[in-house]
């Protein structure tokens, strides 16, 4: 039972242009969502996260939107950039609980 | 300043032997948790420990893994008579308390021959 899910396996935008991805989750407990990108051989870096007491929160390029009524959050990188490819993961938790990741979306930055 | 040490980068086990996976967290980092990738899946939760104890390791196989973070010394993940579907990164994760991002090591990757 997965209760985090990224639908869109890859995302291929070009440079310089908005990226969207996307991210749903099931469990309507989880009050703090985080998004990590991952390169090739490396473990999973930190980017931006949000409580469910905000619908938005923003760092340089990254902006990340919470829709609680929905169960759906959304990461935004603007411009994108080639150093930008990389597999993101979504990820959610409850209150004093463990982080559950979705499956990574594939963004791929064309120059 | 060192992240977290994950320790070997690369392990290979012959099926039936046993493999030990080592993660040294952010020091002043208490929790550790531990998680699975298989080839073109996501991140699965194992285990999340504190010092001396198990708080949740609901992701864990009943048999065979077993995880520890003692008070001295890296906290180590035992997979015994290891079989081929256990081959995946395994990637330990710490923070200072929960509620804050995990920070990542750069994950064991082991390969069942």
């Known amino acids: 039972d997965q209760q985090v899910k990224q639908n869109s396996p890859s995302l291929s935008v070009q440079e310089g242009r908005i990226s969207i991805l996307n991210c749903d989750y099931t469990?309507?407990?989880?009050?703090?969502f985080l998004w990590y990108k991952k390169y090739p051989a490396e473990g999973p870096t930190f980017l931006i996260s949000?409580?469910?007491?905000?619908d938005k929160n923003e760092d340089g390029r990254f902006t990340v939107f919470l829709n609680k009524s929905a169960k759906h959050l959304s990461l935004h990188i603007v411009p994108s950039q080639p150093g930008d490819s990389a597999v993101y993961f979504c990820?959610?938790?409850?209150?004093?609980?463990?982080?559950?990741f979705g499956p990574g979306t594939s963004l791929s930055v064309i120059p | 300043n060192a992240g977290v040490m994950q320790n070997p980068r690369h392990l290979v086990r012959r099926r039936g032997q046993e493999a030990r996976l080592r993660c040294s967290p952010v020091k002043g980092h208490s929790h550790v948790y531990w998680y699975r990738q298989l080839p073109e899946e996501g991140l699965k939760f194992m285990v999340y420990l504190q010092k001396e104890n198990i708080i949740d390791e609901s992701g864990m196989p009943k048999e065979r893994f077993s995880a520890e973070f003692p008070k001295e010394g890296p906290s180590i993940l035992r997979i015994q008579q290891v079989v081929r579907g256990d081959s995946a990164a395994y990637f330990c994760?710490?923070?200072?308390?929960?509620?804050?991002?995990?920070?990542f090591g750069n994950g064991t990757r082991l390969t069942v021959t």
């Open positions: 949000i409580s469910s007491i905000k």
């Open positions: 994760a710490s923070s200072p308390n929960q509620g804050t991002p995990l920070h």
């Open positions: 469990n309507s407990m989880f009050d703090y």
């Open positions: 990820a959610a938790s409850k209150p004093e609980d463990k982080v559950i």
